[in-house]
């Protein structure tokens, strides 16, 4: 099992590359996209991504730190969307924990 120093120092390198900071702001209004989708957003904030495998590996990176939900939505496919919307660290304790906004719905 991961410790907890692990899992944060794991999710902060996440962070720490400007394609994830990228998907993360285009899928900010909530709603679930296709890697296609989320493609076309990256490029309307101004960067160019040139492989779909990038946004992909990306978007997978992002998912298993549990800042991204992939889910199946009926009639478009795999899509992803942000699962929350804050990080809080401590720093004396090293703990993180990931959280909605109040009164935003958990994810199931």
Excluded: H
Aim: glycine share 4%.
């Amino acid at each position: 099992m991961e410790s907890e120093r692990s899992s944060l120092l794991r999710l902060l390198l996440t962070l720490a590359n400007e394609t994830n900071l990228l998907i993360i702001e285009a899928l900010s209004d909530g709603r679930p996209l296709k890697v296609a989708e989320v493609e076309r957003r990256i490029e309307r904030l101004g960067s160019k991504l040139t492989y779909r495998e990038s946004v992909y590996k990306a978007l997978e990176k992002l998912t298993d730190v549990d800042l991204l939900e992939k889910t199946y939505v009926k009639n478009k496919g795999i899509c992803y969307k942000l699962s929350k919307r804050q990080l809080f660290i401590d720093f004396v304790s090293g703990t993180y924990s990931l959280k909605n906004l109040p009164g935003e719905i958990q994810p199931a």
